[in-house]
């Protein structure tokens, strides 16, 4: 089993920047793929970003891809969110997940409890 917390949400102004860090405590980490998901009231999780767990495959939703990149550090039980270029639309609550690199929120086990990020226009 994985624990997984993320941090480093915030308000940003349109066209800045912003990581996320999500932190994994529990065995096997270097097992499990992960996934950052986004929420804005009244909707349903949406996909971000996934990484494979050897980091050698990312997969990015198209309204991100450009923007956004998706790392981790194995060594350090730690996935980023590197968000650059953002938008108000990127406004959201975001999760990341484990385990699997799937666009679909049911197909992962593990949730961190959210960040909120901001963007104003």
């Known amino acids: 089993q994985v624990q997984l917390v993320e941090s480093g949400g915030g308000l940003v102004q349109a066209g800045g920047s912003l990581r996320l860090s999500c932190a994994a405590s529990?065995?096997?980490?270097?097992?499990?793929?992960i996934g950052w998901f986004r929420q804005v009231p009244g909707k349903e999780r949406e996909f971000v970003a996934a990484?494979?767990?050897?980091?050698?495959?990312?997969y990015y939703a198209d309204s991100v891809k450009g923007r956004f990149t998706i790392s981790r550090d194995n060594a350090g039980k730690m996935v980023y969110l590197q968000m650059n270029s953002l938008k108000p639309e990127d406004t959201a609550v975001y999760y990341c997940?484990?385990?699997?690199?799937?666009?679909?929120?049911?197909?992962?086990?593990?949730w961190g409890q959210g960040t909120q990020v901001t963007v104003s226009s």
């Open positions: 529990g065995r096997s980490f270097t097992g499990y793929a």
């Open positions: 990484i494979s767990w050897r980091g050698g495959s990312t």
């Open positions: 997940a484990a385990d699997s690199t799937s666009r679909r929120q049911y197909d992962y086990d593990y």
